[in-house]
């Protein structure tokens, strides 16, 4: 029952591979984070498969929370040079001011 293991092709973390609604595939972290906002379930075929939970249609007893990979991927992030770039940033500043 195992699903085949896939791996981030920019920073090879595990990841699962899920189809949206929509038909498109999206990759998620492996283990289920209350913080994700792609509901994942398993469908009859052995497909895993992914939607965004609304108030509509919110979580089922079926679904778990996972975060989408793109919004943990490392490498991803380096490429934004997100909160990395900005605690270098201010190192800079603590360092010149030190200096002064
Ligand atoms: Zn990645």
Redesign the pocket.
Known sequence: MAPPAAH??????P?RWTRTEAGRRLAVDPDPDPAGNAAVWRDGTGTLRSRRPSADLPLTGWERLHLP?IA?????RKQLALPVGVTRLDDHRKNRRTTR
């Open positions: 981030c092709p920019d920073c090879h973390h990841i990979h943990t991927c490392p490498a991803r």
